[in-house]
């Protein structure tokens, strides 16, 4: 009998066989993965997500095939690096990470793709019912359409010291007036401890952090008309509550803070209280980084003597470079729609990226397990409010005039008053 | 049959007129055309990267032009500028840059004097303190001003911590209060640029002619006479050199105020450059942003002239030429 091996093929007949195996196997390869051969880059913000969108990444080729470029930037650098792609028509980027308050300069320019028939013809897929309404709204569409899709929702929340309310006898502040009076009361700069901490530094640091106090004592950005109402009643009541906060209970130093600063300065020990974003709330527990491991609560952020409870939602939506073409454009939206499918968007988060935005991840037993602040964050998406920061296409520029008029009212050299008012007449020439 | 002249030899052809190209040439012409052709490039780089956009910003400036919003493109004529003189944020920032700029670099000016001065001797110990001195300045500003930042914050800064501490000073940071902090900055580029002063100036005494001032010592001039009489006269084109350089450096200061201020409190540091970049690449105003940078390149141009025409006024008062 004649052995399969006994035959002896040449050596071109051997190249050409193998040659043939390569091309089965790759076709078979491409069949499997849709997406083979296409390579994403996302322009990302440097926030806990972006790493962890980096470690996907081998995930979501081994998924489809595709290869995909995260590029962390920071705010900055990431708003003026993606605009001037946007507006040389440049396709640098397929996806591009988009803060909830750049949607109105979003559609207003057409930068990215309008994805609201997609999300329609997907709506099953991306099981939309199992995300908080407030999120689907706020970080993805504008005047009705998707100008990206949400990806990372944060939650404005209060974070406080539980050892040192305790030891004052002190319940958890629910409305403003009790947490400035909570914050005199456990400020002794002698002990390095302050009871209040927020951003002060100049631009969008010091701009945010007081558009959030002030909408919850009341006030409001913009008028009933759409047009800036930045000196009204409410908002200079709640520019002197937010100095007074600074001047009586804030570190010395919280002038100069950003985020970043903010942070610290609740983590080292030296603050007892701060609002900030749900996504920083996992480094409490942290050793590494944290000296007030187990002392931290958290808790739905207070609000004005009288005004209706409405919690501050912020966060990131996933846009779609308009420029690309189309073939890149379908692989982006499979891109999204991957990272937000519920067993994906659970990973993405038990591997620290903060974001959670799904109904189902509030109750969910692996993440309350290592989160067991979700029931405050579900409470502040269910009572949410995306627009206390106007997300309009003016709003870059009324970010920056109030982010320089707080910090002069907080370093003294202006009165409320008179703040507002200049901030205004500003405000007014843009529109 | 070809007409010969009485000699054999063939008369030249009439050449038709064809321009400079059909030209004769004499060498000095060919030379001329090859140094041109040899500085071409050079000449065409200079075009593209420096006069082109020069041209395109003058020209932006008379336009209300944000990359943003395209579509509210016009020309409004002066209007940029007017606005940056009705602005008082844009004022502020014009006072705080001549403020900044006259006071930084006479201060430079005078103890990098009194550094040249004391480093003349030439000696061992001399040149090693020299090199120890131009640390500063091979830093770059915007680590310089982040150093700062972080050496004068209230809560965690090596000084600021301290002096908050003592009471000297703002309980918030001496970067933090808007009587304190454009001083601060005057005083961290003074920290950073003093040396190069300091160096110019000393390669300003060491060309000085050793006859003329040995002559002033053997002919009894005290110190302060060889210094006013003799020194600052022959320095003059050096100080001059000096002044310009710095002055146009400190106008257009950016890195250190952008990192330690940010322009705050209430624009009490903020500078034509910083209110330049925010409107150019943050807001992208391009029109507004391109009229506040003709009117810097204005400003140094004048401060320039005016340098130039008292040096020279100095000059023919103490040389009499």
């Known amino acids: 009998m004649t052995k399969i091996a006994n035959f002896r093929l040449s050596k071109t007949t051997s190249v050409l066989g193998a040659s043939l195996l390569a091309l089965m196997a790759t076709t078979a390869y491409g069949q499997d993965k849709p997406l083979a051969g296409v390579t994403l880059t996302l322009a990302s913000q440097n926030d806990q997500f972006g790493a ?6 081998p995930e979501f080729k081994e998924a489809t095939g595709a290869d995909l470029k995260v590029e962390i930037m920071d705010y900055g650098t990431l708003l003026t690096k993606t605009t001037a792609y946007f507006v040389g028509d440049t396709k640098g980027y397929d996806l591009v990470t988009m803060d909830i308050v750049w949607a109105g300069a979003y559609a207003e320019n ?21 995300i908080y309404p407030v999120i689907l709204e706020s970080l993805g569409q504008y005047d009705g359409k998707y100008v990206a899709f949400p990806f990372a929702a944060y939650a404005n929340v209060l974070a406080y010291r539980k050892d040192l309310f305790e030891a004052a006898g002190l319940d958890v502040p629910k409305t403003m007036e009790e947490m400035v009076a909570d914050a005199k009361t456990l400020t002794d700069p002698a002990k390095n401890q302050y009871g209040f901490v927020a951003n002060g530094q100049m631009g969008a640091a010091v701009a945010q952090d007081w558009m959030q106090y002030n909408s919850q004592m009341g006030g409001s950005i913009l008028g009933a008309d759409g047009m800036p109402a930045l000196n009204s009643p409410e908002n200079v009541k709640s520019l002197a509550v937010y100095k007074e906060l600074f001047a009586d209970t804030a570190p010395p130093g919280a002038i100069e803070y950003d985020w970043g600063g903010r942070e610290e300065s609740f983590r080292q020990g030296i603050a007892a209280m701060m609002q900030t974003w749900s996504v920083g709330a996992p480094g409490y527990s942290d050793p590494a980084i944290s000296n007030v491991v187990g002392k931290v609560g958290i808790a739905t952020a207070p609000v004005g003597d009288g005004v209706a409870p409405e919690y501050g939602v912020g966060g990131w939506g996933m846009a779609i470079n308009a420029d690309v073409d189309a073939k890149q454009q379908e692989a982006a939206w499979t891109f999204i729609k991957w990272l937000v499918s519920k067993p994906i968007h659970k990973e993405f988060n038990m591997d620290g990226a903060g974001s959670f935005m799904r109904k189902s991840q509030m109750t969910d037993p692996d993440l309350l397990a290592k989160f067991d602040f979700l029931p405050v964050i579900a409470t502040t998406y269910e009572n949410g409010n995306g627009d206390y920061r106007p997300r309009i296409p003016e709003y870059p520029e009324i970010q920056d005039i109030l982010g320089s008029a707080v910090n002069a009212v907080l370093s003294g050299a202006v009165e409320p008053q008179a703040a507002l008012d200049e901030a205004q007449a500003k405000a007014e020439e843009l529109f | 049959m070809s007409q010969t002249s009485s000699t054999g030899v063939q008369p030249r052809a009439q050449t038709p007129r064809l321009g400079w190209l059909s030209r004769p040439r004499s060498f ?30 003058f020209w932006y400036s008379f336009f ?30 014009i006072l705080n840059t001549f403020q900044f700029t006259l006071t930084s670099v006479g201060l430079q000016l005078f103890f990098g004097f009194c550094l040249a001065l004391l480093l003349w001797r030439d000696s061992r110990f001399n040149r090693i303190a020299l090199a120890f001195l131009l640390i500063p300045a091979t830093i770059t500003p915007l680590v310089v001003g982040l150093i700062y930042k972080a050496l004068l914050g209230a809560d965690y800064g090596l000084i600021g911590y301290y002096l908050a501490n003592a009471g000297i000073g703002p309980r918030t940071g001496l970067l933090t209060d808007a009587g304190t902090a454009l001083w601060v ?11 190069l002063m300091a160096l110019i100036l000393l390669a300003g005494l060491k060309s000085l002619p050793a006859d003329v001032l040995e002559a ?9 006479q060889r210094f006013t009489m003799i020194v600052l006269p022959l320095m003059l084109p050096s100080i001059f050199l000096a002044l310009v350089l710095r002055t146009m450096d400190a106008f257009r200061v950016f890195d250190s105020v952008f990192v330690t201020t940010g322009g705050g409190p209430n624009d009490a540091t903020n500078t034509l450059m910083v209110l330049a970049v925010k409107e150019g690449l943050q807001f992208f105003n391009i029109g507004y942003a391109s009229a506040i940078g003709n009117i810097t390149i204005l400003f140094i141009a004048c401060m320039a002239t005016v340098l130039l ?12 030429k």
């Open chain 2, 64 to 93: 209300r032009y944000n990359l943003i919003r395209p579509a509210r493109t016009k020309f409004i004529g002066l209007d940029n500028y007017i606005a940056i003189f009705e602005d008082r944020g844009a004022r502020q920032a």
């Open chain 2, 309 to 320: 025409l008292v040096v020279r006024r100095a000059d023919v008062r103490i040389n009499g």
């Open chain 2, 185 to 195: 900055l005057i005083l961290i580029d003074c920290w950073e640029w003093t040396p």
């Open chain 2, 216 to 224: 002033g010592r053997a002919d009894g001039a005290t110190a302060w």
């Open chain 1, 110 to 130: 057409k930068y990215s793709v309008d994805l609201t028939d997609w999300v329609k013809r997907d709506a099953a897929e991306l099981e939309l019912d199992d």
């Open chain 2, 28 to 57: 000095t012409d060919s030379r001329r055309f090859f140094l041109f052709f040899m500085a071409a490039p050079a000449v065409l780089y200079v075009l593209v990267v420096g006069v082109w956009p020069l041209a395109q910003g």
């Open chain 1, 52 to 57: 962890v969108l980096a470690k996907l990444a």
